[in-house]
């Protein structure tokens, strides 16, 4: 019986896993596939939008036409794709900057300044599972090229803000030319002449209500976004299975490549031209690597290959199957998704394009603030307000500055634009160059961190950049009709990246130079008669040692610090996610009598960054946890590091562990006088002040024992805590030294501080409370 049960219970464990797996792949297809499920609305229209091609009474174009989108559809979004860049994960996270992450890690080529030793021994700090590789292997050497020449170094981060500067340009694009190719079915369901009188207000009006509810997150409607693609998909795919048999039959012939050469050798350079509008079917494609980190490699895998894919297949091929038979010539204006359309069907399906594209607008929408958000993680995007909708759905955020801006340009290239031709060739040429840099980001994966034959990343870069290239060309040829949109988006961004990176790193130079020795603090008493006042202080610092130069300026000018003085550094690590428990490192300033303590706060590039109360406390209990444990040697050498002659601690947040040090902050009357009480924990108290209304209280476990100068030490911070938080808070601004070259000027002088002057600068630390108190110290700095 035993051994049916087991059976049985290993039956049903693996029938609920498949039905989570397949549950996922349904809620996928809402927020992956919108994008690419609504393609066939302007893929065909934009295609045969050149005069070159569609004069031939034969059916070899169209056929042309189709060969090449279902090749394109099988080898980048399901050979490219599906098969093979899924597989690089960044534990579990994937995009542009999941790729640039690997590499930072592997290669050790980080953008980020402020790095450590400590931040390789991270959990989800992946390093090589395989082993290093040999030194005789072409990955060594390619490593070591790049760790040691800032030029390589520089050109990968470039190559990464190219591809997040795309990402944000279709974020742009996406919405104009979805919506506006799905409203476009009114000027066949309504038959009016001059339909963008129209067609663009209405437009307008449902991008504007777009961007308007965006502040409302998803997780309120995003129920019905998969119900909404699913309903589309299985819309078309019936449309285009009723035109195959209706129509042409025979149309799957076009399957051949044959087809393809034949259209190329009687097009020439009309066809090459045409490919920009071909390559439309694949818009979107990125998402099912970007939105990795909401699914799981194999639900994304099923919702392709089963539901999406095919449902593609049929739409194309039901539109050639339609065009063979009733298009005639490019002057035809019967051309596109709804004259596909039986004409009983156009309202209904008019208004599931309307929600598809609405649909498919969110999601490369939400996109672009993720990428946002991870630029500005990684120090290269000025710092912006983060909002998150969703307490219970990791990811889902909103930036409200980014929002507008996105908007306004929306509605500009709709307004200016009205068409989607050249819609589609400024989206193509965006969506294509984000491919590009996967490709080349791809190729170095395979030999860095997978270990595999240069041979495999030369074939890999060569195969499918060729095809890549051969549309990014067919797509850069439209510059003056559309594609110098994504290239002036990206050429802004790219300044603004890089400048901001640079100001960043300048400062960081800066602040290297001007720290001090902690020798030079604890000296300090005796020279300038430095006086302790209660509670606690806290310099925010970017430093990971040393004493920074606003605490000096501070300290010199204002000769006097709290009673527990703690130097604060809040920094990003290349990881998607950092661990509670490895939240904190805590080091000692000094002995333990002088009170000061460093403490470094580790984020991933996609954790959740809340300002709340929360972490003040976390922050007040790590350090207590610490000084509890501080007595005790390390066992582990994984929790103790050396930083500069300071040993640091790993300590996870309170909530991590019952065994750590809780911290408990209640209102209480003069009355209640109990220092101690026994139970199954100990609990340490501060003797009751006068008139102080809020009492802290730390409740430390049973074991270890703590000796007398650990729990005096515990007892000064819970009277400091009562007191209250300060912050000391540094206002930088930076100028270029005299000499400086022309362009340098302009990028510090100028750029940087615009920059800085219009961000959301970090005044206030998280978790700055409203009984906390802060004072700025203004630092001029000559770069």
Same mark, same amino acid.
């Given at each position: ?101 690997l590499l930072c890690r592997h290669a050790r080529v980080n953008a980020l300044p402020n790095t450590q030793l400590a931040d390789s021994e991270l959990t989800d700090f992946k390093m090589d599972v395989l082993g290093p590789p040999s030194q005789e292997s072409f990955g060594f050497k390619l490593k070591s090229a790049l760790e040691k020449r800032q030029v390589l170094q520089k050109f990968l981060l470039v190559l990464a803000l190219i591809g997040a500067c795309m990402v944000i340009g279709d974020g742009i694009l996406t919405p104009a030319i979805s919506v506006l190719s799905a409203v476009s079915g009114l000027e066949h369901t309504m038959k009016i002449e001059h339909h963008q009188y129209i067609i663009i207000p209405i437009s307008c009006v449902i991008l504007i209500c777009l961007f308007a509810l965006q502040h409302y997150g998803t997780h309120r409607i995003g129920f019905l976004f998969a119900p909404i693609v699913t309903v589309w998909l299985f819309c078309i795919s019936a449309i285009g299975l009723y035109n195959i048999i209706h129509w042409n039959p025979s149309v799957y012939r076009a399957i051949s490549p044959t087809y393809m050469f034949r259209f190329l050798k009687k097009t020439q350079k009309g066809g ?70 039986? /004409?009983?069907?156009?309202? #209904?399906?008019? &208004?599931?394009? %309307? !929600?598809?594209? =609405? ?6 929408? *939400? ?113 003056? /009709?559309?594609?110098?949109? #994504?290239?002036? &988006?990206?050429? %802004? !961004?790219?300044? =603004? ?6 100001? *960043? ?121 610490? &000084? ?156």
């Amino acid at each position: 019986m035993d051994l049916e049960s087991g059976v049985r219970s290993e039956k049903n464990a693996k029938k609920e896993s498949w039905k989570a797996v397949l549950m996922m792949a349904y809620q996928s297809l809402g927020v992956v596939y919108g994008e690419l499920g609504t393609s066939p609305l302007y893929v065909y229209k934009n295609t045969f939008a050149e005069e070159d091609i569609g004069h031939s009474k034969s059916n070899d174009e169209i056929y042309g036409v189709l060969s090449f989108v279902f090749w394109t559809l099988t080898i980048v979004p399901l050979l490219k794709y599906i098969f093979i860049v899924l597989k690089a994960d960044d534990n579990g996270e994937g995009g542009t900057f999941a790729l640039y992450s690997l590499l930072c890690r592997h290669a050790r080529v980080n953008a980020l300044p402020n790095t450590q030793l400590a931040d390789s021994e991270l959990t989800d700090f992946k390093m090589d599972v395989l082993g290093p590789p040999s030194q005789e292997s072409f990955g060594f050497k390619l490593k070591s090229a790049l760790e040691k020449r800032q030029v390589l170094q520089k050109f990968l981060l470039v190559l990464a803000l190219i591809g997040a500067c795309m990402v944000i340009g279709d974020g742009i694009l996406t919405p104009a030319i979805s919506v506006l190719s799905a409203v476009s079915g009114l000027e066949h369901t309504m038959k009016i002449e001059h339909h963008q009188y129209i067609i663009i207000p209405i437009s307008c009006v449902i991008l504007i209500c777009l961007f308007a509810l965006q502040h409302y997150g998803t997780h309120r409607i995003g129920f019905l976004f998969a119900p909404i693609v699913t309903v589309w998909l299985f819309c078309i795919s019936a449309i285009g299975l009723y035109n195959i048999i209706h129509w042409n039959p025979s149309v799957y012939r076009a399957i051949s490549p044959t087809y393809m050469f034949r259209f190329l050798k009687k097009t020439q350079k009309g066809g090459w031209m045409s490919l920009g509008g071909i390559m439309l079917c694949i818009t979107g494609s990125e998402a099912m690597f970007a939105d990795l980190g909401h699914f799981s490699q194999l639900s994304i895998k099923i919702a392709f290959s089963f539901m999406v894919y095919p449902s593609l297949l049929l739409a194309y091929m039901g539109q050639a199957a339609y065009l063979s038979q009733n298009y005639t010539s490019p002057s035809d204006h019967r051309i596109g998704f709804y004259v596909s359309v039986p /004409e009983k069907l156009r309202w #209904p399906v008019l &208004i599931i394009a %309307v !929600l598809a594209a =609405v649909v498919g607008s969110q999601a490369i929408i *939400t996109g672009t603030f993720s990428i946002i958000k991870q630029c500005s993680a990684l120090g290269c995007f000025p710092r912006v307000k983060i909002v998150h909708t969703s307490s219970k759905v990791h990811g889902q955020i909103y930036i409200p500055e980014i929002n507008w801006i996105l908007m306004l340009l929306c509605l500009a290239v709709t307004i200016s634009f009205r068409d989607t031709k050249r819609l589609g060739h400024a989206s193509g040429l965006a969506v294509i160059t984000v491919m590009l840099v996967t490709t080349c980001l791809m190729s170095l994966v395979i030999v860095l961190c997978w270990h595999r034959s240069v041979f495999l990343a030369i074939g890999f870069i060569f195969f499918f950049g060729t095809i890549e290239s051969l549309y990014f060309s067919a797509s850069l040829i439209k510059f003056l /009709e559309g594609a110098w949109v #994504p290239i002036a &988006i990206s050429l %802004v !961004l790219m300044i =603004v990246m890089y400048v901001w990176h640079y100001g *960043t790193l300048k400062k960081f130079e800066s602040d290297i130079q001007n720290k001090v020795s902690i020798n030079w603090l604890l000296g300090l008493g005796p020279s300038l008669g430095i006086v302790r006042v209660r509670g606690i202080g806290v310099i925010q610092t970017e430093l990971v040692s040393g004493i920074p130069g606003i605490f000096t300026h501070f300290v010199t000018n204002i000769p006097a610090f709290h009673q527990v003085l703690v130097f604060l550094c809040i920094k990003y690590v290349p990881v998607p996610h950092v661990r509670a428990e490895e939240r904190f490192l805590i080091g000692r300033i000094g002995t333990s009598e002088y009170r000061l303590y460093r403490c470094i706060v580790r984020y991933g590039y996609r954790d959740v960054h809340k300002d709340d109360v929360e972490f003040e406390n976390d922050l007040i209990c790590s350090i207590a946890e610490f &000084i509890r444990s501080g007595s005790a040697e390390c066992s582990d050498s994984r929790q103790c590091f050396d930083n500069h002659s300071e040993k640091m601690t790993v300590v996870g947040t309170s909530s991590t562990s019952e065994d750590r040090v809780q911290m408990a902050e209640t209102i209480m009357d003069e009355s209640s006088e109990d220092l101690y009480k026994a139970s199954d924990t100990r609990e340490i108290r501060s003797p009751a002040p006068v008139q102080l209304r809020k009492r802290v209280r730390f409740i430390v476990p049973e074991s270890p024992k703590i000796d007398t100068d650990t729990r005096e030490e515990l007892q000064e911070l819970m009277e400091a805590r009562e007191v209250g938080v300060a912050y000391i808070l540094g206002r930088s601004h930076m100028k270029a030294k005299q000499g400086s070259s022309t362009v340098k000027r302009v990028m510090i002088d100028f750029i940087y501080e615009f920059l800085r002057k219009n961000s959301r600068e970090a005044d206030y630390p998280v978790g700055l409370s409203h009984s906390s108190s802060a004072l700025e110290v203004g630092m001029m700095y000559l770069v």
